[in-house]
């Protein structure tokens, strides 16, 4: 088979249904089979149930069991780069109930910020993976802080771990592959809401906030099962 042919196969539609397909059953299995200590999934739900939306966070890394908890009930649409992954992230994604607003921190930011706040004003939840799609890894930009402040709406983070995951050390997140049959830890962070008043200094202290206690989260449940310490500030830049 010619090497152009293959490479058509692969970006079209139903290969990239199948791999989604794929995907989302093995990451339900993994899911299915994890003995879970879940720690603040019951205090969001509830939050949600005052605010009618929410801002939720989490790291590029952390992303392939982070939809798993998610109430399929509660409407949830996570920014997307419009791009070919971005195509079947958006497939994995609908099969757990998550919908989708196209664009990125990188590129068409200015539309994507309006379709996000539209979202939270008519009372649909957003995900946003602030540290991709290039990072720095573990390290949370602004816009998910200023949507949280001029929506009123509180935010969290969302972080995971496996015991006998893989550590992808070569890609620029050390993405976290997990296995079956394993002992997992889930946390939301405490819901944070911004004061309409704030500052932009207390904005910037909120940012560093969250950023801190989501990666000290990260590390410690990495840490109480095994998993190899993941790192700071990682990009693509970096590793060329």
């Given at each position: ?17 199948i ?17 879970w ?24 890394g ?36 998550i ?13 994507a ?22 990072g ?61 008043d704030?500052?932009?200094?207390e ?7 969250l ?26 830049k970096?590793?060329?």
């Open positions: 088979m010619k090497k152009g042919l293959f490479k058509n196969i692969l970006n079209s539609s139903l290969a990239e249904s791999i989604g397909t794929l995907a989302y059953c093995y990451l339900k299995f993994v899911g299915l089979t994890t003995r200590k879940v720690i603040g999934v019951k205090e969001t739900y509830e939050m949600l149930e005052k605010h009618g939306a929410m801002i939720v966070i989490g790291w590029h952390r992303t392939l069991e982070m939809p798993y908890f998610w109430n399929k009930s509660r409407k949830l649409n996570a920014l997307v780069s419009p791009h070919r992954d971005g195509r079947l992230i958006v497939g994995i994604l609908k099969k757990f109930g919908g989708n607003i196209d664009g990125s921190t990188n590129q068409n930011s200015s539309q910020a309006i379709n996000l706040m539209k979202n939270l004003q008519q009372g649909n939840s957003i995900a946003i993976i602030p540290d991709g799609p290039r720095p890894s573990m390290t949370l930009g602004m816009s998910p802080i200023f949507y949280a402040w001029k929506s009123g709406k509180p935010i969290m983070g969302i972080t995971y771990s496996i015991a006998g995951s893989k550590v992808i050390r070569r890609s620029w997140d050390d993405m976290l592959i997990p296995f079956p049959f394993h002992k997992g830890i889930y946390v939301i962070t405490e819901p944070m809401i911004i004061p309409k704030a500052t932009q200094e904005l910037e202290q909120y940012r560093l906030e950023e801190t206690k989501l990666n000290k989260i990260t590390w410690e449940i990495d840490k109480e099962l095994g998993v190899p310490h993941v790192e700071y500030g990682k990009s693509r970096s590793r060329n």
